[in-house]
């Protein structure tokens, strides 16, 4: 059974930081890509970046770039996403998820590739 635990949500002032992690357990995560999406009320989830668990390679949407950063610790199967300059317009539900192989550009971006979620983490950026 694969595990992902979202934590590190909360409410933060506009142009504030916050760090989510998420935690995996019940399997090894050497050939997984960890990606986070948002989806925010009355919005499609969509994603803002992703990491691969072996090698790093990062990518993030237009609107996370410059601000967002995923970052990873193997030893602690643990992924991070370090959020700074928050905007209002960045108050959704944060989710976490792994899958398998994913490695295009084209294909991190899109939720049905991956395998398995976590419960979600609120976030709210006030004006």
């Known amino acids: 059974q694969v595990q992902l635990v979202e934590s590190g949500g909360g409410l933060v002032q506009a142009g504030g930081s916050l760090r989510l992690s998420c935690a995996a357990s019940?399997?090894?995560?050497?050939?997984?890509?960890v990606g986070w999406f948002r989806q925010a009320p009355g919005k499609e989830r969509e994603f803002v970046a992703s990491?691969?668990?072996?090698?790093?390679?990062?990518y993030a949407a237009d609107s996370a770039k410059g601000r967002f950063t995923a970052s990873r610790d193997n030893a602690r199967n643990t992924v991070y996403l370090q959020m700074n300059s928050l905007k209002p317009e960045d108050t959704a539900v944060y989710y976490c998820?792994?899958?398998?192989?994913?490695?295009?550009?084209?294909?991190?971006?899109?939720?049905?590739?991956?395998?398995?979620w976590g419960q979600g983490t609120q976030v709210t950026v006030s004006s």
């Open positions: 998820a792994a899958g398998r192989y994913i490695q295009s550009p084209v294909l991190v971006v899109k939720s049905d590739e991956y395998d398995y």
């Open positions: 990491i691969a668990w072996s090698g790093g390679t990062t």
């Open positions: 019940g399997r090894t995560f050497s050939s997984y890509t």
